[in-house]
T-cell receptor, first 113, second 113 residues
Framework: ETGVTQTPRHLVMGMTNKKSLKCEQHLGHNAMYWYKQSAKKPLELMFVYSLEERVENNSVPSRFSPECPNSSHLFLHLHTLQPEDSALYLC????????????FGPGTRLTVL | DQQVKQNSPSLSVQEGRISILNCDYTNSMFDYFLWYKKYPAEGPTFLISISSIKDKNEDGRFTVFLNKSAKHLSLHIVPSQPGDSAVYFCAASDPGTASKLTFGTGTRLQVTL
């Protein structure tokens, strides 16, 4: 595997379900990000982790819970989501914060019924 | 309120001609701008960037122009090739939160034969 991978690529869940999105980066980076892209809206930054510590929480509802167990893996735990949470969730990584290029994964297309 | 705007959702250009993609921003604190390209079912990939101390940056067929007084930047692709067909996102950051990219909604470029 190379670059940034995300699983699953597609997910359909009910509002009462609990699921997790997984991201893995194979680039040796130490910063990871979760973005959300809703239909016809710009990518919105959700969370930023640097050296496994959360450094940014962009006013995201608590039904989204990130976890970064090590610098290569990032999870987004989902519970009691709403239909308006249906979106493309993108993971990215970079070598350090600041102006360093962010490398994106292909995303998980989430549908909440 | 969107701080980065891409007012043209789509653009069609003939192969060999110039493609010009536009982006406007409202936040005068932004001092670093990037363009990302996204193919279907893939994550965005970094294309080119420009710092506010410059007004032009060139990389092969891609040139980004920055007009700070107008809060406007543009991406020129010359000559356009069919493989350039993708969605192009403009993004910006400010010095205080350099790792936080603010994205536009994207412009879909179609290069026709």
């Amino acid at each position: 595997e190379t670059g940034v991978t995300q699983t699953p690529r597609h997910l359909v869940m009910g509002m009462t379900n609990k699921k997790s999105l997984k991201c893995e980066q194979h680039l040796g980076h130490n910063a990871m990000y979760w973005y959300k892209q809703s239909a016809k809206k710009p990518l919105e930054l959700m969370f930023v982790y640097s050296l496994e510590e959360r450094v940014e929480n962009n006013s995201v509802p608590s039904r989204f819970s990130p976890e970064c167990p090590n610098s290569s893996h990032l999870f987004l735990h989902l519970h009691t989501l709403q239909p308006e949470d249906s979106a493309l969730y993108l993971c990215a990584s970079s070598q350090g914060l600041g102006r360093n290029e962010q490398f994106f994964g292909p995303g998980t297309r989430l549908t909440v019924l | 309120d969107q701080q980065v705007k891409q007012n043209s959702p789509s653009l069609s250009v003939q192969e060999g001609r110039i493609s010009i993609l536009n982006c406007d921003y409202t936040n005068s604190m932004f001092d670093y701008f990037l363009w990302y390209k996204k193919y279907p079912a893939e994550g965005p990939t970094f294309l080119i960037s420009i710092s506010s101390i410059k007004d032009k940056n060139e990389d092969g067929r891609f040139t980004v122009f920055l007009n700070k007084s107008a809060k406007h930047l543009s991406l020129h692709i010359v000559p356009s090739q069919p493989g350039d067909s993708a969605v192009y996102f403009c993004a910006a950051s400010d010095p205080g939160t350099a790792s936080k990219l603010t994205f536009g909604t994207g412009t879909r470029l179609q290069v026709t034969l």
